[in-house]
């Protein structure tokens, strides 16, 4: 029995020590996590320290490029620009070129046959079918045929026409028409575009369209031929270097808005050829004579009465300047006394002004005249004898044979 307890109490006591290796296990295995914990927080520390005292936890810090100016360097020959904006030429072309037509001068022959002998061009300025065109177009024609630029063809009646300003009026049967935009001649300056449209050459029946600018002002021209009994002197016409050849006589002229400023006239020649001029009858005055032909069937020119020459003044440095006009001598036919003689001017007096205008040539002075008719009232001023005079009188009506 003593054997028994012995061996129970042995047993109890080895279980006991079980346990308590197993409790001793447990506390060494705790005490080896926290060496483990302790060791790796301080491991930590001392690593997040050390990358703290070199920066690397330091925000870091975004750097903008500076602003970048970009600019742009446009040479010298850059900035020129084309002498004529193409696409506003095409718009006016669109338009001006339904309104300008060609013109076939002819006779019949004994079939009444239509038989061409000439032509120019022509320009539709109202809806009821009213053409302006040259004078030296339809000068002595008995027949004339209109064109437009889709091909319809018309048979035209000739109202009339005036050399001294090389402008005819010629119509057709016709009331559905589309004028020409029509502008004013008084607002145009040396160097404004220019359009030219007419049918030179009869190339067919689209008409030619040229460009240029607005070349002088007021020029003078003499025309026509002397053997022929057709020479004239133009006056006040607009000069541009448009192509304008054969056949464009009686076309447009036209400024940068598609509006009618002269009919062309004329072209400069010389020996060799022709010199890249051309000339228009500014419409302010255009549209004066086919007025007058509309309503009293001719132009009632006025006449002033004059043969005169250009009168000059010395300057202070030896300078001669253009400062008037010079009254050579009354002059009329059968030697009668007419307007400025009428109303008291003498051979050597001065014309200085007309209606309060300037007058510095002789040009200008005959320019003015041809804008005025038979009936207007003038004033004028003259120098005689260092004194102004002024004198206010009617216009005479130019004789016929002058």
Do not use: C, W
Not at 203 to 226: F, K, Y
């Amino acid at each position: 029995m003593e054997e028994d307890n012995y061996q129970q109490q042995e047993l109890f006591e080895t279980e006991k020590y079980i346990s308590d290796l197993v409790e001793e296990k447990t506390k060494k295995r705790g005490s080896s996590f926290n060496l483990v914990f302790l060791s790796s927080f301080f491991t930590s520390i001392i690593v997040l320290s050390f990358l703290f005292f070199f920066g690397i936890f330091e925000e870091e810090e975004i750097v903008l490029p500076d602003p970048v100016t970009i600019t742009e360097t446009i040479k010298e020959k850059e900035l020129v620009m084309p002498r004529v904006d193409s696409s506003k030429v095409v718009s006016i072309a669109e338009i001006a070129t339904k309104t300008i037509v060609q013109l076939q001068v002819g006779e019949r022959n004994a079939e009444n046959d239509f038989i061409s002998i000439g032509g120019g061009s022509g320009v539709v300025i109202n809806e009821k079918g009213l053409i302006i065109t040259n004078h030296h177009v339809i000068d002595e024609a008995t027949d004339v045929r209109v064109i437009f630029e889709d091909g319809r063809m018309y048979e035209a009646e000739i109202i009339g026409s005036d050399k001294l300003t090389d402008i005819g009026v010629v119509k057709i049967e016709n009331e559905n028409l589309t004028p020409i935009s029509i502008g004013n001649s008084e607002g145009v300056f040396v160097g404004d575009l220019a359009v030219a449209i007419g049918h030179p050459l009869t190339l067919g029946a689209a008409p030619t369209v040229t460009t240029g600018v607005i070349s002088a002002l007021d020029r003078r021209l003499d025309v026509g031929n002397e053997n022929m009994n057709n020479a004239v002197t133009l006056f006040g016409l607009i000069q541009t270097d448009a192509p304008i050849t054969r056949g464009s006589s009686g076309g447009a002229l036209l400024n940068n808005n598609g509006e009618l400023i002269g009919i062309t006239t004329a072209i400069a020649t010389a020996d060799v050829g022709a010199e890249g001029l051309g000339f228009a009858v500014p419409i302010n005055l255009a549209l004066g004579i086919v007025e007058d032909i509309l309503d009293d069937g001719q132009v009632l020119h006025a006449f002033l009465g004059i043969l005169g020459a250009q009168y000059f003044e010395v300057a202070d440095d030896g300078a001669r300047i253009f400062s008037g006009v010079l009254i050579e001598e009354l002059y009329g036919p059968a030697n009668d006394i007419y307007a400025i003689g009428k109303a008291g001017a003498l051979p050597g007096d001065v014309i200085k002004k007309i209606n309060g205008e300037k007058i510095s040539t002789l040009d200008q002075l005959i320019t003015i005249l041809r804008n005025k008719r038979a009936g207007d009232e003038i004033t004028i001023e003259i120098l005689r004898n260092e004194n102004i005079i002024t004198l206010d009188f009617t216009l005479d009506l130019r004789p016929s044979d002058v």
